[in-house]
Nanobody, 123 residues
């Protein structure tokens, strides 16, 4: 059974940093895409950062230069380092995993999801 468990969310002031973690069990981190999504009420889940096979990374335009996605294959863990946080980054953040996809930000391509971790950035 595949399980994804996020942690690391919290409340921070604008300009601060947080690091999210996602521990994956029951799934091999070899040929796949793993992606961080975020969602606010009444809006569709949006892709933030993805890392796929061969360590290719993709970032949403509004987080480029501020967020960094990485993975630790030995520990089956996905990370999202978030720096220079803004109030508009406030959302529930989810990690997701599935086989490789050419559209890593299409949430419909992912079968496996974590429960989410809340990030709140105050001005």
């Amino acid at each position: 059974q595949v399980q994804l468990v996020e942690s690391g969310g919290g409340s921070v002031q604008a300009g601060g940093s947080l690091r999210l973690s996602c521990v994956v069990s029951g799934y091999t981190l070899r040929t796949y895409c793993m992606t961080w999504f975020r969602q606010v009420p009444d809006r569709e889940r949006e892709g933030v950062a993805a890392i796929c096979t061969e360590a290719t990374t993709t970032y949403a335009d509004d987080v480029k230069g501020r967020f960094t996605i990485s993975r630790d294959n030995a520990n089956n863990t996905l990370y999202l380092q978030m720096d220079s946080l803004k109030p508009e980054d406030t959302a529930m953040y989810y990690c997701a995993a599935d086989s490789y996809t050419d559209l890593p930000f299409d949430f419909r391509d992912y079968r496996f999801w974590g429960q989410g971790t809340q990030v709140t950035v105050s001005s």
